[in-house]
C-alpha cells in the first residue's frame, strides 16, 4: 500500500537544482544585458553554490521532499512562496552579512529570488502532469464514518495531487447483502485503478474476495488510517483501536532522537532566557500597574507518563483558569493578560522548566491537571498524549487557529498529538518550531 514512489522526491530535488541554476543564469542576462561569459559565472557559480545548498535544506525542513505538503496543491502554492521569502531573508545575511566572496549582488539575488519562484511554482505543481510523469488517477474510497466524508472532501476539494475520489462506498449505511452489488457498480462505472479502504474492518469481510481479484487488474490499495494521517496531518480517533496503539505508540527511548532533543532544549531555552532576562522586569511593572495582583503564578500541570509537574507563568488572569477552558472573549483574562497572551510573554517562565527537563520545546501542550482529569474520563485514548515529554508548541498549535475551547475541539488536538508521537522526528520538530516562528511573527505584525 505505498503511496508515493521513492523516485519523485530525487525528481523533485534535481529538478529545484535545474531551475535555481536556470533562475541564476537567467538573472545574469538579464542583469548584464548580454549571455553572460566565463568570468561572470565564475564570480558567481561558488557563491551561488553554497547558497543554493542552503535553500535545499530550508526546503527540506519546510517539508517539500515528503509526500503531504507535495500533494495538497492549495497548501504547496503557499508553501512555496513562504519559503522563498525565507530563502530570500537567507540569501540578503548571506551576501551582507557575511561578506566572505567579495560580491554584493542585490540585484542578481532579487532576479534569481523572482525568476526561480516563478520557475518553481508550475514544475512543482504540474511538471509530472506537464511531462507525463504522472497522470491524475480516479479512486473509490471505501468506509464508514464522518471521517471517511472528511477524507472524500478534503482530497477532492483541496485538489490532491495523483488522484481523486470518483467515487464513495459508505459500508455502515449499505446493508451487507447489498455491499458487494454496489461496490462493482461503483467500480465497473469509475474504472478507478485505486482503491482507499480499511481491510481490516470486519464489514469489509463481504468485498474481500473481489478485492483480492482487483490486484490481478493493476489495481492499486492504499490504507484509509495512512491516506489519512497523509492528507489531514493527524491520526482520526474512530479509526484506531488497541491494536493500532500497540502497533505505533512506544514508550521506549530513541536514544540518539531523545539525546539531540534535549541537547537543543537546554542550549535554545538557555540562550532564551539570556536574551528575555531584561523583560521580566518590564513585565512585571506592566502586570502591577494593570491590576496590583502578583506577577507570576504556578501550576501543576500533567507530564510526561501522567507526572504531576509545577509549572510557572505570569499572570494573564484575574481569576483561576483551573478545569475550565479559556476563550478568546473570557472576563477573567486582564487588560495586560490580553496582550501577553497574544504574544505568548505569558509562558517565558516556563524556559526553566525546559531547562530542569520538565518541558521540551517541542511536545504536546500540558494540560492543568483538573481539566486533564475531565478530559480523560471524556475522550478515548486521551492520556496516550502524556506518553511523552510536553512542550511549550506543538503539532497541534501549529495546525488549530487558536486553543480548545470545547470537547471537540479538544478531540481534534488529541488526533494531531498522536500524529506527532507516531511520526516525530528531528525534521518534524524543525517544521513545528519554524510555523511557531511565523506565527509569533504574524502576531507581532512582521
Not at 332 to 349: C, Q
Request: charged letters at 25%; proline letters at 4%; one cysteine or more.
Amino acid at each position: 500500500m505505498q503511496i508515493l514512489s521513492k523516485k519523485e522526491p530525487i525528481l523533485w530535488f534535481i529538478g529545484d537544482i535545474l531551475i535555481f541554476a536556470f533562475g541564476l543564469w537567467l538573472a545574469l542576462l538579464f542583469r548584464y544585458g548580454e549571455i553572460p561569459d566565463r568570468v561572470i559565472i565564475g564570480e558567481h557559480l561558488i557563491p551561488f553554490s553554497v547558497l543554493f545548498a542552503i535553500w535545499l535544506i530550508v526546503f527540506f525542513i519546510a517539508g517539500l521532499y515528503d509526500t503531504r505538503t507535495t500533494r495538497l496543491k492549495n497548501e504547496l502554492r503557499d508553501l512555496l512562496v513562504s519559503t522563498q521569502l525565507v530563502n530570500g531573508i537567507i540569501g540578503i545575511v548571506f551576501f551582507y552579512f557575511i561578506p566572505y566572496f567579495g560580491i554584493a549582488p542585490k540585484t542578481i539575488l532579487f532576479i534569481q529570488i523572482l525568476l526561480s519562484l516563478g520557475l518553481i511554482i508550475p514544475w512543482r505543481m504540474y511538471g509530472e502532469q506537464l511531462f507525463g510523469l504522472r497522470k491524475r488517477e480516479r479512486a473509490i474510497l471505501i468506509g464508514s464514518k464522518k471521517e471517511v466524508s472528511e477524507l472524500f472532501d478534503q482530497v477532492n476539494n483541496n485538489t490532491y495531487d495523483y488522484f481523486q475520489f470518483v467515487a464513495l462506498v459508505d459500508i455502515e449505511h449499505t446493508p451487507e447483502n447489498k455491499l458487494k452489488e454496489e461496490f462493482l457498480h461503483a467500480y465497473q462505472a469509475s474504472h478507478a485503478t485505486i482503491i482507499v479502504c480499511d481491510v481490516g474492518s470486519e464489514k469489509m469481510l463481504p468485498i474481500l474476495p473481489e478485492l483480492y481479484a482487483l490486484m490481478f487488474a493493476n489495481v492499486q490499495f492504499i490504507s484509509v488510517q495512512k491516506l489519512y494521517e497523509e492528507v489531514l496531518g493527524r491520526i482520526p480517533l474512530t479509526l484506531l483501536g488497541h491494536s493500532w496503539i500497540l502497533e505505533n505508540i512506544s514508550l521506549r527511548s530513541r536514544f540518539i532522537y531523545d539525546a539531540l532533543k534535549r541537547t537543543m532544549d537546554v542550549m535554545i531555552s538557555l540562550v532564551l532566557i539570556i536574551c528575555t532576562l531584561p523583560l521580566l522586569p518590564l513585565v512585571a511593572l506592566f502586570v502591577k500597574l494593570d491590576d496590583g495582583g502578583p506577577v507570576f503564578i504556578a501550576q501543576e500541570r500533567v507530564g510526561e507518563k501522567m507526572r504531576i509537574m509545577r509549572l510557572f507563568k505570569v499572570r494573564s488572569m484575574s481569576a483561576s483558569d483551573r478545569g475550565k477552558w479559556v476563550t478568546e472573549d473570557d472576563d477573567r483574562i486582564t487588560r495586560a493578560g490580553k496582550f501577553l497572551r497574544k504574544s505568548r510573554i505569558d509562558e517565558l517562565p516556563q524556559l526553566w522548566s525546559v531547562l530542569r527537563g520538565d518541558l521540551s520545546l517541542i511536545g504536546p501542550r500540558p494540560d492543568i491537571c483538573d481539566l486533564g482529569k475531565q478530559l480523560a474520563g471524556m475522550i478515548s485514548y486521551y492520556n496516550l498524549r502524556s506518553t511523552i515529554k510536553p512542550g511549550l508548541s506543538g503539532w497541534a498549535q501549529v495546525n488549530q487557529e487558536k486553543p480548545p475551547q470545547s470537547v471537540e475541539e479538544t478531540r481534534l488536538r488529541l488526533e494531531y498529538d498522536l500524529y506527532y508521537i507516531k511520526h516525530r522526528s528531528f525534521i518534524l520538530d524543525l517544521k513545528i518550531a519554524l510555523r511557531t516562528l511565523k506565527t509569533l511573527m504574524m502576531r507581532a505584525g512582521i
